[in-house]
């Protein structure tokens, strides 16, 4: 197993009964990037994440964090993890509860009271530092589950579905954040619903079907320019669909409604005088930008992977 | 700081925030209150009686004291054993079945390290309530009636022993099964034991050796109810244990062994949660 990767996983396995929750994952997650980790519900995310956590054992495979075995000590102490439905010691204050994982994760003392008060301010629970958990809304939980990922700067940090109970600026907040710890280095391995979340901050993702990993996208090279487009005209014969192929392609026509898919909105305007001088009567043309959605629904199926 | 203390003191800390400790401990000085006054009006009897009978009978009077004393005794050890299921029965199965349990279990400790520091805790906080109630009950008794048994430190050393075996057990099981089924399991073996040991007892009046066995392969199940014997054997009057029988005194004594046997048992039980706890998904 190569130390380059964050994470690395080799036909990675878990069957409860006879029933594969994960049935093969391999994938490689390289250090210092932000990795979507996108599937459909029951899909087998929130088990591959214990699974490398080491709070499930694997039926079988290989996976490694940071170069060692799941599972290492060492390894341990330089990760953070955000569970999925964060649950925690209600009865502790704020403070007291970023001290407890501080300890656990063998932290100096003046460190750990530095890194509170950064963390506490940063996530915006400064305030609420001497109030017990018990009195928190869901999405102070969240961030305080956030800066409790982060205590100890950490290589790589699990964040299971950081942003659900949020409002926008939670959510905000916590996209900044991500930001942030990629640029101080830190790998980041993000499970998420939001798909819009996963476009704007991660460097690629995977998609998962039944635990396998059906494809990677890396979101960088992502061409986000390409786009479809829907024109609605009325009057046009069938000899002047082919010249729009100057434009573009997959060019379709459905009674009224042309679909095509163009590189660039530079061609619009050209479009229309075209469509106008072939004496077309045109009546709307509406540009579809290829989302991660429709990708995703193309990857894992409208049915979900169910 | 080892993460078996941090983890005791968190334990412990759970038990005061909680409120588990004050309920405890108000309840636990009511019951304190009410046999005061009881061996206080019990006394005064004892005393008419005693006066009003010929010379030599004082004898009757440590008789009733030593019986009075173990009476509480036996009930404090009752109560103590709730306390120690009711402790450790939602602990580990609440926290697995709420998630709490997973930003834990990911930080770089063992997961023995959950187990030992949990069971630490408690054990702290079984010792500081048989400090107040069966230290109350015999100090109450010491200052009205300037008794005390024979052999206290190591009666009340075995009857925590028989706290910490059911508390041992409850955090075993707690590591599987869920905290209604845990409570279930550890009341139904009390229960067992407690039968088996009343089966024993009898039996040893009627020299029944059918019986004796039958209470001690219960006592080799859970040793508890026979760790209390052995406590109320170490505190009885010399008179008592030449008579042999008394409701909360012992007449077939569990020997030495099965105090060894309890120590074994209780370590074995530990090691099984710690084991059941690291195979667990969680």
Known sequence: MSVDYAIETDQLRKVFGDYAAVKSLTLQVMQGEVFGFLGPNGAGKTTSIKMLLSLTASTSGVASLLGKPVGNRDVMGRIGFLPEHFRFQEWLTANEFLLLHGQLLNMQANDLTARIDELLERVGLAEYRNKQLRTFSKGMLQRIGLAQALLNRPALVFLDEPTSGLDPVGRRLVRDIIHEVRAQGTSVFLNSHLLSEIEVTCDRVAFIRHGEVVRILDLKTLDTNQTSVTIRVSQLSAEPLAGLSQWGKDIQMDGEHISMVIQSDAVLPEITRYLVAQKGEVYAITPNRMSLEDIFIETVGKDGGL | ?282
Not at chain 2, 52 to 71: I, K
Not at chain 2, 232 to 260: D, K, N, R, W, Y
């Open chain 2, 1 to 282: 700081m080892n993460p078996i203390f941090i983890l005791a003191k968190l334990t412990f800390r759970e038990a005061i925030r909680r409120r588990i400790l004050l309920a405890g401990f108000a309840l636990g000085i009511s019951f304190l209150i009410i046999y005061s006054i009881g061996l206080h009006f019990i006394l005064i009897q004892v005393r008419q009686v005693i006066a009003n009978s010929a010379p030599g009978q004082n004898v009757m009077n440590v008789e009733s004291q030593n019986t009075f004393l173990m009476a509480g005794l036996y009930a404090i050890t009752f109560l103590s054993i709730a306390m120690a299921a009711l402790l450790g029965a939602d602990t580990l199965a609440g926290e697995i079945n709420s998630g709490t349990i997973q930003t834990i279990a990911t930080k770089p400790i063992r997961r023995a390290d959950v187990i030992l520091g949990k069971w630490l805790g408690f054990a702290t906080l079984l010792a500081l309530y048989q400090l107040l109630m069966a230290g109350g009950a015999v100090l109450s008794m010491y200052i009205q009636a300037h008794y005390t048994p024979d052999h206290l430190l190591s009666g009340l050393g075995l009857i925590y022993l028989e706290a910490l075996i059911v508390m041992t057990i409850t955090l075993m099981c707690s590591a599987y099964f869920s905290a209604l089924a845990t409570g279930g399991i550890v009341f139904g073996l009390y229960g067992l034991a407690f039968i088996g040991g009343w089966i024993e007892q009898i039996g040893a009046v009627l020299h029944n050796s059918t019986a004796v066995q039958i209470g001690i392969i219960t006592s080799l199940i859970i040793p508890s109810e026979s760790l209390w014997r052995r406590a109320a054997f170490e505190m009885q009057t010399p008179l008592a244990g030449v008579l042999g029988i008394s409701p909360f005194g012992a007449s077939s004594v569990p020997s030495p062994l099965m105090v060894i046997y309890a120590i074994i048992y209780l370590c074995s039980t530990l090691g099984f949660a710690v084991r059941i706890f690291q195979k667990r998904d969680l």
